[in-house]
Structure formats: C-alpha cells, structure tokens
C-alpha cells in the first residue's frame, strides 16, 4: 500500500519512528506569557518545564488549523491516515475532519481516513502503530478503517500526574468531581471514557503507590496482554516509567511495552513526573 500517516503532535511517537518518511506529525502550539511555542522537533522539553514553573498562568495550546491538515494531504500517498487527539479534548480531530472535506471538493484521487482516538498521548502512538502494521500488511484503507476503530473501542488510557492543576484550568476535567486535596498527598489514577472525556478511576497516596494500583486495574480491566502491546509515555521521569515497566512485566506478560517521550502538547497536561499508559 502507498500511505503516510499523519499524527497531531500529541502522539508521543518513538524517536525511531519520528524519522520514518510515513510519518508525519501535525504541530500543535503553545502559548506562555506571551511566548508561542511550536510542537515540533524544535521543542525542548527541559526549557518548556522551566517556564511552566516560573509562570503564574497555565499555558494555553492551539490545534493544527485545517489549511495546515490540507497542506499535508498533498503528495504521490494514495492512501492517507489521521490519528488525532479526543475531540473532547482539542479541535484538532475537527480541523482534519474539515481539511478533508476542502481537499476532496478539489480532488478526488486519495482515501482519507481520519481516526478520533478518543485518547492523547500514548494512546494515539498505539493506534498509529496498528494502521502501520496493517497498511504494511497490505489490507485495504476501508479494512483499516474498520479494524483500527474497533480496536480504538477496546484500547483503554490510564495516567497517573503529579499535578492536575493545568488539566483543570484548561477545563479538561469538566466532567470529574472535586478531587482530595493535594496536602494529603493523594494521587488520583486517572482514565478515559469511551467518548474521550476525562474520568476518574481510583486513587492512592503517593505517586508510587497510584502506579501500583494502575497496574492492578490494567489487570483488572484488559484480558488478552499476551496480544496487546502497551505504550508508557513519561515526562521528565524516565526511571519511574522503567519501574513501571517492570512492575507490569513481574505480573503479566505483554506483546510489547513500548516507553516514549512526552512532546509539547503532553508535557503541557502530564507536567513533570506525570506518566500515561495505553493499552
């Protein structure tokens, strides 16, 4: 099959992937104190931590627009995959949704298939590794289609954060109740709903011991992890995902465990030492 894919800059792709002319990632962009900052291979993670901390508001981001989308439709690919963000989340899945629809009022020479992941992070590197696998197998683009969103359906998203504060100014976590005060140092464990909204699952006090009741619940929640791979993506605390790893690896076994950096867009809501994991 002649394809590319296409992620926003919230898919934590592996270093090695990153460099693969079938991918392409889709930039978002930050904005702090003033500062616009794009999510692309310029982006240094170290120096965007710095400036959250010495600044007193939270970042604002921005999705692709659909002229950006468009932009990259062009090319000799016949066949072209999206993953974007939860559209509860960003406006990036709607920006790809309308690009598609400027490009085919031009041209009708490409299948576009554009995949909301009702995720973020890791949880858009596992579906960008599934339309991978299947287009090198060389299933059809309305197979993809078909396959890839049932296996959105299955694939659950778990994170475990220092600090909820810029998901919570940013208004992401609209629909979750007040949580325990952060004096008591009580970690919620975080997840996804089916429709890509925000919910919260358990708790525990302390970072350590929410990323042990994590793993409990992937093995309370998953079947089958045998088959599955899974994608930890870290911030700034590659030594806690590690630990995780083996965790993970002394109760079940996997396919895969795949640990990747968080990118701009990412670090804006993980924050330092904050780790999410798709399964």
């Known amino acids: 099959m002649n394809y590319k894919i296409l992620v926003d800059s919230c898919c934590d792709l592996p270093q090695d992937l990153r460099k693969e002319s079938r991918f392409t990632i889709v930039p978002l962009t930050m904005e702090i104190d003033g500062e616009v900052i794009v999510d692309d291979e310029t982006f240094d993670r170290q120096e965007y931590l ?5 600044s007193l508001k939270t970042p604002k981001t921005a999705c692709p627009s659909p002229e950006e989308y468009k932009r990259h439709f062009e090319g000799e ?9 939860s559209d509860k989340l960003s406006g990036s899945y709607n ?21 909301n992941s009702f995720s973020a992070s890791s949880g858009e590197v596992l579906i960008a590794l599934k339309v991978d ?37 940013a208004g992401r976590l609209t629909n979750v109740q ?14 996804a709903n089916n429709d890509g909204t925000i919910k919260k699952i358990d708790q525990a006090r302390g970072v350590k011991k929410a990323l042990k009741r994590m793993t ?4 309370e929640e998953k079947d089958k992890l045998n088959e599955k791979i ?34 701009g867009i990412s670090t804006t809501y993980a924050y330092d030492g904050g780790i999410v994991v798709a399964v």
């Open 50 to 54: 710095r400036k959250m901390k010495k």
């Open 216 to 219: 409990e619940i992937i093995g």
């Open 77 to 85: 690919e016949e066949n072209i995959f999206v993953v974007t963000l």
């Open 133 to 169: 696998a299947l287009a090198k197998a060389g299933e059809s683009a309305e197979s993809i289609e078909s396959t890839v969103n049932a296996y959105i359906d299955e694939m659950s998203t778990y994170f475990v954060l220092e600090s909820l504060d810029n998901l919570k100014k």
């Open 95 to 115: 920006s790809a949704v309308l690009a598609k629809s400027l490009y085919e009022e031009e041209h009708s020479d490409k299948n576009i298939v554009i995949f």
């Open 230 to 263: 899974l994608v930890i993506a870290q911030c700034n605390c590659v030594e806690r995902a590690k630990a995780l790893k083996d965790d993970l690896l002394e109760k079940y076994t996997f396919k895969d465990i795949i640990i990747v950096e968080t990118a």
């Open 178 to 191: 007040a949580l325990v005060a952060n004096v008591l140092n009580i970690k919620p464990v975080m997840g």
